[in-house]
């Protein structure tokens, strides 16, 4: 049998940087015991005008799940207090499928016999074009994680063509170094968002099978190489379902608080996203993650760190994103398509990453935040 490349080893080239970071929310996530909570500790937590790591730990627990409603309220409260009642709008653009990770659980794996695509220059500006012709003025552009048929150069013209058409430029693509960061935050990108997908570092072993992906603390600190090369945000998620979703959740919120601790001026969001069926593996799914699991999550990160955007994404149904952006999330997708294409007349040139839930245009979700007394906000940010 082929061994197999240290998962915890860096790879030629990948930047290391001086943090201990990894060690502290290692540390915290395993010594984790959410048993131990009460409903008392709950309240408590819930009493706190600012809460502790000890009191995030106590809402993310079993203990929480029949104080839910109270939870929900106190987000609530969060949420306006912080927000008022905007929900910022963006849409998704991937514009490669290839990848060189083998990631059992994603659609793009580079195993599995999908159609692959990459958009050309001219293409990624008439998608931009078109999703721009929508309203949106903010968008995430993502790739498979496929350094050489996504190299640097090719993110970062993507990133131009965007700043464009767009106020707001996200990225969701392979980690870079902090110099690489740089390149694409001098071409007009202002935040990256990294899943680490599950903080516990031998589940993530037998899950990242090949490729740089399973690098597990080259992925980590993602986050924080992105703040030194220029980028204003950064974005966190644990995949909810590899692994226990608790310690997992725990940890992402971790993982932000000591690096707002770290650098005052970043702006942290959080994503919370559940395993989705994907193309040729239809029984990959959120197996113990449920949505009151799921609201229990994005109520505790509100309340933890009232101050971070919250995304809840397309992997949810209608029904659950239109309630959770009343209670907590504060930014929501729409006109979504996963492909390679799907917003050119011609069709979709790839296929598309997992299966998504609410398939609702820009328009539709504009109306539905509004019917329900919310404010949809285009841009969240203004250039001077």
Known sequence: MEKRTNHMEYMDGMEIINSSMLDEVTAVMNDYDYSKYTGRDVKNALMCEKL???????????????LLEEMARRAKVETRRHFGNSVAMFTPL??????????VYCGFNCHNKIRRA??????????????SETGLQEILILTGESRSMSDVSYIAAACAIAKKYFNVVGVEVYPMNSDEYKKLHE?????VTVFQ???NSDKYETLHLEGHKRIFPYRFYSQERALLGGMRGVGFAALLGLDDFRKDAFATGMHAYLLQKKYPHAEISFSCPRLRPIINNDKINSKDVHEAQLLQVVCAYRIFMPFASITISTRECERFRD?????????IS???????????DGGKKGDGQFEISDTRNV????????KQGMQPVMSDYIYV
Do not use: W
């Open 363 to 370: 328009g539709e979700v504009f109306k539905t935040i509004k």
């Open 187 to 191: 071409n007009g990108a202002d935040f």
């Open 118 to 131: 990459k958009l050309e220059k001219t293409e990624i500006d008439r998608e931009m074009r078109a999703i």
């Open 323 to 331: 309630n959770i952006i009343k209670i907590a999330a504060t930014k």
């Open 52 to 66: 502790t790591p000890e009191n995030f730990a106590a809402l993310l627990s079993p203990a929480a799940q029949p």
């Open 334 to 344: 729409a006109g979504v398509d996963v492909g390679i294409g799907g917003h050119l």
């Open 197 to 199: 997908e599950t903080y």
């Open 94 to 103: 991937y514009i490669s499928n290839y990848c060189e990770n083998y990631c």
